[in-house]
């Protein structure tokens, strides 16, 4: 491909060093590896739908096999004058001659080729992302049950608000999670779409077959229009969104745990194996690993601006800065919110509350003032407003006056204003155990909650494994076709695998 017919000299060296030499050593295996399970699909439908000769295709895909087999090692002293995938096309021509190796780019371009791969690589960092936010979200449902009669203060405003309880706290997360899960999901449904076979830009005139192409690639069906399929990397700007908004929610999570499990808050305990010490101050107990969640979870939103940026005000056809530079950063993006994901899964796991703690601080916070304030109003004739300001001014007579926030007090003082109310069970502990209403930290309410979130989760496991198996049945699939082509299967157990297949662990 260095002599083109149109083009006759080769690409200035500085500029190759930058953009291709990069692209050998540790990458050229799983790059190449994607590359010739596309090849091996396209060139079995071009024998089947006998555009071209069939023992041709049969060599050829024995070459790729012994590539694949050898893990491409004898392209690893080559210089990538034009990038990998020239680079492994030329030294097909060059062993099995132009009229095998020649064939390979027939019915199709490197644009549609690189659009293929794209969705294809996307495929592991896509299950890892789901696979790791299910497993976060299975720790936060079984600890939000675990934990919801431990009483805490809900906090607005960085101030001690309302009697609430640890649970409550986590099968909250547990809801945002999921929704963001499913933001996920929903992006990743154009994962399932090929592109391959629309060539350049405008299709092809060949009588190509791109729903059997599709299927053997483990894809539900082709894309329709031919520029769409070339022009758009909305699956990673969409998967890029939906993992940034993410990361929000876990930065968030991840700086409420960190104030908490400080000296002064003492709400939660950390085990030894979460937890570092300082060079310097041998007394410290850093969370660190909640600081790399909280670093972690930029990068999505770094690399959706970065790609957004390249993408914006191109033209809407293929495009380097669309299919080469907007997508450079995905795949180091969705590795570190899937990070994120494992490290905060770790810490919620093993954080134990300190529930005198909580409690106390609880109390202290005066947090039931709302509920005294709803008995005002449920027991007499005062309006909310009313009863609101009496509440307040009794809290301040009570600072003012260095008397505690306790039942005989409150009573006391209420009587004095000519109002008889009972203040039983107004402790921080009732309070949380009779919200009910509102989506309250009462039990029923939260069990409500957690049923919910659990019935989510098991439909995106199941949507998981599905997708999965359906990738899976087409590696099956394919090795079938290549086989019925004429070409002898091989052992592919060194060969690393494109689509994962491990089972989904629920501890």
């Known amino acids: 491909m260095e002599n083109t017919g149109r083009i006759s000299t080769s690409l200035l060296p500085a500029a190759r060093r930058v953009l291709f030499d990069k692209a050998v050593g540790a990458a050229i295996e799983e790059e190449l590896y994607i590359s010739s399970e596309v090849d091996r699909a396209h060139l079995v439908m071009l024998a089947e739908c006998r555009i071209v000769d069939r023992e041709k295709a049969a060599r050829l895909l024995r070459a790729i096999e012994r590539l694949r087999d050898a893990r491409f090692a004898p392209l690893g002293n080559r210089q990538p004058l034009r990038g990998l995938y020239l ?9 099995e001659g132009p009229e095998v190796g020649g064939i390979l780019q027939t019915g199709r371009s490197r644009n549609d080729l ?7 690589k996307l495929r592991r960092p896509l299950i890892r992302l789901l696979r790791e936010g299910l497993r976060l979200q299975a720790v936060l449902i079984r600890r939000a049950r675990r934990y919801r009669g431990v009483v805490m203060p809900a906090y607005t405003h960085g101030q001690a608000a309302m009697p609430s309880s640890y649970g409550h706290y986590l099968a909250a997360i547990a809801k945002a999670v999921g929704r963001d899960l499913d933001g996920v999901q929903l992006a990743g449904e154009g994962i399932n779409q090929s592109p391959l076979g629309a060539g350049a830009v405008g299709g092809t005139t060949l009588p190509i077959d791109t729903v059997r192409t599709a299927r053997l690639l483990g894809f539900s069906e082709p894309v329709e229009n031919s520029i769409d399929a070339v022009a758009s990397r909305d699956l990673m700007l969409r998967l890029l969104s939906a993992a940034a908004i993410l990361g929000v929610t876990l930065s968030r999570v991840a700086a409420d745990l960190l104030q908490w499990a400080t000296s002064e808050f003492d709400f939660l305990e950390l085990p030894d194996e979460i937890v570092g010490s300082s060079s310097a101050m041998p007394q410290k107990r850093n969370p660190f690993l909640l600081e790399h969640v909280q670093g972690r979870t930029t990068s999505t939103l770094g690399a959706f601006v970065s790609a957004m940026t390249a993408i914006h005000s191109t033209p809407f056809t293929n495009s380097i800065a669309v299919g080469t530079e907007a997508v450079r950063h995905v795949w180091q993006a969705l590795e570190d919110i899937s990070d994120a994901l494992l490290l905060i899964r770790l810490v919620i796991a ?3 509350p300190r529930r005198d703690s909580m409690l106390h601080r609880a ?3 005066m947090t039931t003032a709302t509920a005294l304030a709803n008995r005002i109003v ?5 309006d909310f407003r009313t009863s609101h300001r009496i509440v307040g001014e009794m809290i301040l007579h009570f600072i003012r006056n260095g008397i505690p926030y306790q ?3 409150i009573s006391g003082y209420l009587q004095s204003r000519g109002l008889a109310v009972s203040v039983a069970g107004l402790d921080p502990v009732s309070i949380t155990e009779s919200s009910e209403w509102g989506g309250g930290p009462g039990a029923n309410s939260i069990e409500h909650s957690l049923h919910s979130s659990r019935i989510k989760w098991a439909d995106q496991v199941r949507w998981c494994r599905q997708l999965v198996l359906g990738w899976q ?6 090795e079938e076709a290549v086989s019925n082509i004429g070409c002898h299967q091989i052992d592919l157990t060194l060969s690393p695998a494109p689509y994962p297949g491990q089972k989904l ?3």
């Open 87 to 95: 680079l492994y096309e030329d030294y097909l021509i060059e062993t």
């Open 114 to 120: 690189n659009a293929t791969i794209h969705k294809l």
């Open 350 to 352: 093993r954080a134990q």
């Open 363 to 365: 109390d202290a916070g």
């Open 378 to 382: 449920s027991e007499t004739e005062c």
């Open 407 to 409: 039942e005989d007090k």
């Open 473 to 478: 049945k087409a590696k099956s699939e394919i």
């Open 505 to 507: 662990h629920h501890s």
